[in-house]
C-alpha cells in the first residue's frame, strides 16, 4: 500500500502488478515518473530532489526503436506508436523496480506534451495521466525543448543564467536562459534543423539512418577542408540558423563528382560546415547577452568533433561550457522527469484536460 496517506483504488489489467514493490523514500523529498513518448523512442524515468539540493535520478530506462525505422530511411509515426503502446507498461515495471518506488510513493506523475509525432505523444501523456489519476497525484505537461535546454543540469536544483544552445533532429534553437521557466529565444532554424541535415545528407552519401552518427563516424579519416561548403548565415547580424543551402550544396557537389564517391571527405567537409555555423553563432550571442556559461543539448551535441570545438571556442572566450551527458543528449525521460520536478518544487501543475502539442513551441 501507499506510504502518503491516499488509498488507491487501481482499476484495469494495466494497473495491476505495480502496487507491489515497497517505496524508498525520503520523507518530504518529492519523487516524479516522468514518460518520454515525443517520437519514436519509449522512455521512463524517476527523478527525487528538494529545493536546495541535488536531485537524484533514481531510475532511467529507454527502449529503442531505430532498428525499427531503418529500413524506411526515417520514423514512420504509426509503427512508433503502436511500439509506445507495447512497451509502455514494462518500462514503468522496470523503472519502479529499479528506483524500489511504488506507483504509491510517487508525488507527481509527467510526460513530454509536444513537440513531436501527434500518435506517439498521446501515448505517454494518456498513461501519465492515467496514473496521476488513479493515485490522485498532480500531473505535469512537459515540453520536450525544455527537457533538453535543461539537461546539462541534470543532477541540481537550480539552473543558473546561461545561454542554451538545443542541437536535434528537429531543432536548432539559441535561447537565454534566466532561470528555470524562463527563456528568451535569440535564434532558430528558418528551414532545416542541424539534426535533419546530418540525416538528409547522410542518406546522400549513401549511408544508413540515422546519418548523424554516421556522418561522425566517416568524417574521422576524412578531409574536412576538402570541399568549401558554404556556412550560412553565419555573419549576418541575425541569430538565426539555416542549413538548407549547406545540404544543396552537398547535393550539388555529389552531381559533379565522377568516379569513387569520395564519402570521408564529403562528410567531414559537410560536418565542419556545421560546427563552425553552430559554434560562430553561438559565441556572438554570448558576446549580445553578456551571458559566461553556454550549456549545449541535443542529439546532434553527442558528435565528439562539436564538443571539441565548442570546448576550444569557450576556453578562448573566456565562457564556461556545460555539456549534457551523453545519454541525456538523445531523447530520454530523465530529463522530462528534471524539468517536471523543477516545476513541481515551485508548487505548478498541468490540467488533465490538456491537450497535447505536436507544434508546441518553447517560447
Given at each position: 500500500?501507499?506510504?502518503?496517506g491516499?488509498?488507491?483504488?487501481?482499476?484495469?489489467?494495466?494497473?495491476?502488478?505495480?502496487?507491489?514493490?515497497?517505496?524508498?523514500?525520503?520523507p518530504?523529498?518529492?519523487?516524479?515518473?516522468?514518460?518520454?513518448?515525443?517520437?519514436?523512442e519509449?522512455?521512463?524515468?524517476?527523478v527525487?530532489?528538494?529545493?536546495?539540493a541535488?536531485a537524484?535520478?533514481?531510475?532511467?530506462?529507454?527502449?529503442?526503436?531505430?532498428?525499427?525505422?531503418?529500413?524506411?530511411?526515417?520514423?514512420?509515426p504509426?509503427?512508433?506508436?503502436?511500439n509506445?503502446?507495447?512497451?509502455?507498461?514494462?518500462?514503468?515495471?522496470?523503472?519502479?523496480?529499479?528506483a524500489?518506488v511504488?506507483v504509491?510513493?510517487?508525488?507527481?506523475?509527467?510526460?513530454?506534451?509536444?513537440?513531436?509525432?501527434?500518435?506517439?505523444?498521446l501515448?505517454g501523456?494518456t498513461?501519465?495521466?492515467?496514473?496521476?489519476?488513479a493515485?490522485?497525484?498532480?500531473?505535469?505537461?512537459?515540453?520536450?525543448?525544455?527537457?533538453?535546454?535543461?539537461?546539462?543540469?541534470?543532477?541540481?536544483?537550480?539552473?543558473?543564467?546561461?545561454?542554451?544552445?538545443?542541437?536535434?533532429?528537429?531543432?536548432?534553437?539559441?535561447?537565454e536562459?534566466?532561470?528555470?521557466?524562463?527563456y528568451?529565444?535569440?535564434?532558430?532554424?528558418?528551414d532545416?534543423?542541424?539534426?535533419?541535415?546530418?540525416?538528409k545528407?547522410?542518406?546522400?552519401?549513401?549511408?544508413?539512418?540515422?546519418?548523424?552518427?554516421?556522418?561522425?563516424?566517416?568524417a574521422?579519416?576524412?578531409?574536412?577542408a576538402?570541399?568549401?561548403?558554404?556556412?550560412?548565415?553565419?555573419?549576418?547580424?541575425?541569430?538565426?540558423?539555416s542549413?538548407?543551402?549547406?545540404?544543396?550544396a552537398?547535393?550539388y557537389?555529389?552531381?559533379?563528382?565522377?568516379?569513387?564517391l569520395?564519402?570521408?571527405d564529403?562528410?567531414?567537409?559537410?560536418?565542419?560546415?556545421?560546427?563552425?555555423?553552430?559554434?560562430?553563432?553561438?559565441?556572438?550571442?554570448?558576446?549580445?547577452?553578456g551571458?559566461?556559461?553556454?550549456?549545449?543539448?541535443?542529439?546532434?551535441?553527442?558528435?565528439?568533433?562539436?564538443?571539441?570545438?565548442?570546448?576550444?571556442?569557450?576556453?578562448?572566450?573566456?565562457?564556461e561550457?556545460v555539456v549534457?551527458?551523453?545519454?541525456?543528449?538523445?531523447?530520454n525521460?530523465?530529463?522530462?522527469?528534471?524539468?517536471a520536478?523543477?516545476?513541481?518544487?515551485?508548487?505548478?501543475?498541468?490540467?488533465?484536460d490538456?491537450?497535447?502539442?505536436?507544434?508546441?513551441?518553447l517560447?
Open positions: 500500500m501507499p506510504d502518503s491516499v488509498t488507491p483504488t487501481p482499476r484495469g489489467k494495466f494497473f495491476h502488478g505495480l502496487w507491489e514493490w515497497k517505496p524508498a523514500r525520503l518530504g523529498v518529492p519523487v516524479i515518473l516522468a514518460i518520454e513518448s515525443s517520437c519514436d519509449t522512455a521512463v524515468a524517476l527525487r530532489g528538494e529545493a536546495g541535488a537524484v535520478v533514481l531510475a532511467a530506462v529507454v527502449s529503442s526503436q531505430i532498428e525499427l525505422h531503418r529500413e524506411f530511411g526515417g520514423v514512420v504509426e509503427l512508433a506508436s503502436r509506445h503502446s507495447l512497451h509502455l507498461r514494462p518500462l514503468i515495471e522496470q523503472a519502479l523496480r529499479q524500489g511504488s504509491g510513493g510517487i508525488d507527481a506523475f509527467a510526460a513530454t506534451s509536444g513537440p513531436g509525432l501527434a500518435s506517439s505523444l501515448i501523456s498513461a501519465a495521466k492515467a496514473l496521476a489519476c493515485t490522485r497525484r498532480p500531473f505535469l505537461a512537459i515540453n520536450h525543448l525544455e527537457g533538453h535546454l535543461l539537461s546539462p543540469f541534470v543532477g541540481e536544483t537550480r539552473v543558473p543564467p546561461h545561454l542554451g544552445l538545443i542541437v536535434s533532429g528537429g531543432h536548432t534553437l539559441l535561447l536562459v534566466s532561470g528555470a521557466g524562463r528568451r529565444k535569440l535564434g532558430g532554424t528558418r532545416d534543423a542541424a539534426g535533419e541535415a546530418f540525416d545528407v547522410g542518406k546522400m552519401l549513401g549511408l544508413p539512418y540515422p546519418g548523424g552518427p554516421e556522418i561522425e563516424r566517416v574521422h579519416t576524412g578531409n574536412p576538402a570541399y568549401a561548403f558554404p556556412r550560412s548565415m553565419l555573419h549576418d547580424p541575425h541569430l538565426d540558423f542549413f538548407s543551402g549547406l545540404k544543396t552537398v547535393l557537389t555529389l552531381q559533379r563528382v565522377t568516379g569513387k569520395p564519402v570521408a564529403l562528410a567531414a567537409s559537410f560536418q565542419q560546415a556545421v560546427i563552425e555555423i553552430l559554434v560562430g553563432k553561438t559565441l556572438k550571442a554570448a558576446r549580445c547577452t551571458c559566461r556559461i553556454v550549456a549545449l543539448s541535443g542529439g546532434v551535441s553527442i558528435n565528439q568533433a562539436l564538443r571539441a570545438a565548442f570546448k576550444q571556442a569557450c576556453e578562448q572566450a573566456g565562457l561550457l549534457a551527458a551523453p545519454w541525456l543528449c538523445t531523447d525521460a530523465a530529463m522530462i522527469a528534471f524539468a520536478l523543477l516545476r513541481h518544487l515551485a508548487g505548478e501543475q498541468s490540467p488533465l490538456g491537450d497535447i502539442h505536436p507544434h508546441l513551441p517560447v
